[in-house]
């Protein structure tokens, strides 16, 4: 990858954080990058990698193009910023289809599982009307031998 001139790189990307008012420390930390990698591109003993570019021209608000020393302008071409926010708002609206695909995903988890829960229910319901019937079954067995044993002992 060609850098443009190395000497306009790294006055750029030094003369860019200081007017953003940022230490090498702050930028390297928005970057997620060591301290050192700031100081090595402000020396220009190193470069970043491409990814790093376009983070830094979000950072500054310039073009890719000024921060290599290729265009003297910073601005960013309109339909290169409607591009961006357009690319923002797919990457948006993939997330929340994402997020919606998993919520409905426990949605009907949850219905399955009230599914099964119901149907234990109605077992356990049944269980229970069937206990009843022999609980009153047994009952009146117990009350016809009470009865039988009672006239037995009149017989006698």
Request: hydrophobic letters at 35%.
């Amino acid at each position: 990858m060609n850098l443009g001139d190395d000497m306009e790189f790294k006055e750029r990307i030094k003369e860019l954080r200081l007017e953003h008012m940022l230490t090498q420390a702050q930028l390297a930390s928005t970057l997620e990058k060591g301290e050192a990698a700031i100081r090595t591109w402000e020396t220009g003993r190193a470069k970043p990698d491409s990814d790093t570019l376009i983070k830094l021209a979000k950072i500054f608000n310039c073009s890719v193009d000024y921060l290599l020393g290729i265009s003297a302008s910073k601005k960013i071409s309109p339909m290169l910023e409607i591009d961006s926010e357009i690319n923002k708002l797919n990457n948006l609206i993939n997330q929340k289809k994402d997020e919606l695909a998993k919520i409905e995903i426990r949605r009907m988890e949850i219905e399955e599982s009230l599914k099964l829960n119901t149907k234990e229910i109605y077992q356990k319901q049944h269980e229970l009307a069937n206990l009843s019937e022999q609980i009153k079954i047994l009952t009146m067995q117990k009350r016809k031998m009470e009865e039988l044993n009672h006239l037995q002992r009149e017989e006698v």
